[in-house]
């Protein structure tokens, strides 16, 4: 399963002729958001950013996400931002999809291409900039670090997931593999991203219900899967927001490997203060 590649929309309008029904769905366990309404009038600018336009995927919401936002930004020539962030509580995913991103934490300087990973800590300076003459499109996720008294703050991260070897999960000889960009035995990161990969044919071969809430990307190929009480087809460039103890299960349909970029919130004891209306 080493055929990687990784969609990313490029805008436009759908034409006048296009039926309107489409597999937009929303209810109150999960979403899906097509790859085909991620067009020119739903995206947004964002203060500080320069040459930048980003279609915003998920955020904390009353009925919607909880934990996390995630957006896929691109960068024109040159774009970029010296002070992206504008939250010193939160956290950052950013994993490349097209392009090449200059990328700076804490003053050190990084080069990401297509598969590259950042984790960046809450509190900590970082600036992007595309410095290449075509544009570079990334994921953006991210989530208000949970601090733990006695427990050190995580460190950043930088990789590519195309240097990292897939677990394969157990008894499926290889056909169903998870990559992950965070150590999950490293107690100090309150979030998990990886790409789960999908042999042609493969199954979650189970209602997987637990208390992780998700953001799912889907990067390359396609699949069917199973929300709650529902099958839906998903193909590359959708997106499916699942909230917690929401059912899932999937099968990946041929003929190439069915793959998506996860997020899961973990590694924390569960909040006990009363619910606060956002």
């Given at each position: 399963m080493t055929n990687r590649t990784y969609f990313t929309p490029a805008g436009g309008l759908p034409p006048q002729s296009q039926l309107l029904t489409s597999r937009a769905v929303f209810t109150d366990a999960y979403a899906v958001i097509p790859r085909g309404v991620m067009t020119d009038i739903v995206t947004s600018m964002l203060p500080f950013w320069d040459g930048t336009r980003a279609w915003m995927l998920s955020r904390p919401l009353s009925g919607f996400a909880e934990t996390f936002s995630q957006c896929i930004v691109e960068l024109a020539p040159s774009g970029g931002s010296?002070?992206?962030?504008p939250d010193p509580e939160a956290e950052a995913g950013l994993f490349v999809v097209a392009g090449t991103l200059d990328l700076t934490i804490a003053g050190a300087k990084h080069t990401l291409g297509p598969g590259g990973f950042a984790f960046v800590p809450a509190g900590t300076a970082w600036t992007v900039r595309n410095s290449s003459a075509i544009p570079a499109?990334?994921?953006?996720?991210?989530?208000?670090?949970?601090a733990v008294d006695g427990l050190a703050p995580p460190d950043p991260i930088v990789l590519n997931e195309q240097n990292l070897q897939p677990t394969a999960m157990p008894d499926t000889n290889g056909a169903w593999a998870t990559t992950r960009m965070i150590d999950p035995a490293d107690i100090r990161y309150d979030m998990h991203v990886n790409i789960v990969t999908f042999a042609p044919g493969a199954v979650i071969p189970f209602a997987e219900t637990h208390v992780m809430e998700h953001g799912l990307y889907m990067l390359q190929g396609k699949g069917v899967y199973r929300l709650n009480q529902d099958w839906v087809e998903v193909e590359a460039g959708d997106f499916l927001w699942l909230r917690a103890y929401c059912p899932q299960a999937c099968y990946a349909g041929g003929p190439e490997p069915f793959r998506y970029l996860l997020y899961k919130d973990v590694n924390r004891h569960a909040d006990l203060s009363p619910v606060r209306a956002r």
């Open positions: 010296n002070q992206p962030e499109s990334f994921h953006w996720i991210r989530k208000r670090f949970q």
